[in-house]
């Protein structure tokens, strides 16, 4: 009995646990529908926590009441017919309330897919996201091609203003999923489809991708980061820019190993030779948080153990090994760290 | 018991299967030994004849060759070569070779680069990676086993798929008999 509890008292703390507020988290909603599929949980939650308990005491009463009506059985009296007709009424008490419940619920469900689907501007922010093995490539179109704006594993999104997010993949099936934001949508490759959100409060939302795609697929997430309509458009002026030009000797001679080498083949860096897209776009690398699709923080440490040998850290993906002399490596981490 | 001994002889027979799938993500060290083995002549000191062929040791491996296959798309091999027609550079998936047809012929024609076009890759493309280029090439001419060679394509075929292409039989070829519409 005391070992149960400790199971039981240790489950609890488990579960509470789970409660605290994450930026990856279903119940910490920061969109519109989220805001929806949040309601509608915890709806769902109280609605069969309420069916549970009742079935339970039911179940309960029917056990301690069947004890007593064995001693009884033996010698049947005109009493069950009366207990007949008892038992009659309580199933169609109980069916009637079970089909009026299940409606209740279907038309709250039906409502909020409604409201989910109803968010619509003229204005929106278009971003375009293709799903990579096993990365996120992220766009900003813009009419004037030089404006348009490419960068990988961060979502920056303007707070109050919908979203329009097209989804396409280059490879296989992909999923985006930000929790806190909005619900799932497939990525599929030659087909575009659309999503709309709307944040309405800041904050640095992890997303994942939620469908099977391949050897890393635990490690293909990305940050959503909401800010500030001036903050925004601040750092979508930013990243429009070229690369800035190596200051200092150490970064010029990082950035001519970066265009001899291996990097040149998949890389691009907006204002040099560098223009490959089957990786990520490094023109302002420095600027992101992470590294590898949210697996590593980007600090030159990591950045020099991914360049060399990102296979370790990421068994499977398609960055090969890069066995440089070390000044060499340490040239090209300045260089990259540098393109802020 | 004789359909028993049966049994385990397939499931034994079918364990050979997983070797052709089996992923190294971890590389071996560059294998520079093929570099000293390509003959690009039948001319030799007197007494020596050539070296033996280097092995590829991705020419069996699916997975090495599916990779080939998609690092002929991400580097633009097909940019010249289309998907093994030619049309820019020479055909690939044809019994004529300019610069021969041995792995390490191939090989060094990537690396090296060669006259009117081919550029050289050197220090552009890792080795292994080359080598997985080199193995997916040959299977385009029927060269591969068929359970090596790719039986699909993630995008339209526009051609069938490797692992059904007639075997073509590369003469022994090198630079000094070059065709003419090659020489130019």
Known sequence: MKRLCQIICGASVLGLSACTRGNQDVLNSAGIQAQRIEHLWWIILGVTSVVFVLVLAFLGRAVSRNQNAELLHQKPGPASESADSGLKTGVIAAVALTVVTLFVLLIIAISTGRAMASLQSKTPVTIQVTGHQWWWEVQYPDPVSSNIVTTANEIHIPVGTPIVLNSTSQDVIHSFWAPNIQGKRDLIPGWTTAIWFQAYHEGVFRGQCAEFCGHQHAHMAFLLIAESQDKFQAWLQHQRESAANPATAEAQRGQQVFLSATCVMCHTIRGTDAGSRNGPDLTHIASRGTLAAATIPNTPGYLAGWIADSQHIKPGNHMPPNSLASDDQQALVAYLESLQ | ?184
């Open chain 2, 1 to 184: 018991m004789r359909n028993f001994l049966g049994l385990v002889a397939i499931s034994l027979l079918a364990l050979g299967g997983c070797e052709r799938e089996r992923r190294d993500f971890v590389q071996p060290p560059a294998m520079s030994t093929a570099a000293q083995s390509i003959s690009v002549s039948e001319l030799h000191p007197a007494g020596l004849s050539a070296p033996p062929p280097a092995a590829n040791i991705y020419s069996e491996s699916a997975y090495a060759v599916n990779e080939g296959k998609r690092l002929y798309t991400w580097y633009n091999c097909g940019g010249c070569h289309f998907h093994g027609g030619g049309g820019i550079g020479p055909p690939l998936m044809d019994q004529d070779w300019i610069y021969g047809s041995d792995p390490q012929n191939i090989f060094a024609t990537i690396v090296e680069g060669r006259p009117n076009g081919m550029p050289s890759f050197s220090g552009k493309i890792p080795e292994f990676q080359v080598w997985q280029i080199v193995a997916y090439v040959r299977s385009m001419s029927g060269q591969l086993p068929k359970d090596v060679a790719p039986s699909r394509s993630d995008h339209m075929m526009v051609t069938q798929p490797e692992s059904s292409t007639p075997t073509e039989h590369p003469a022994k070829e090198h630079p000094a008999d070059l065709k003419p519409e090659h020489s130019q």
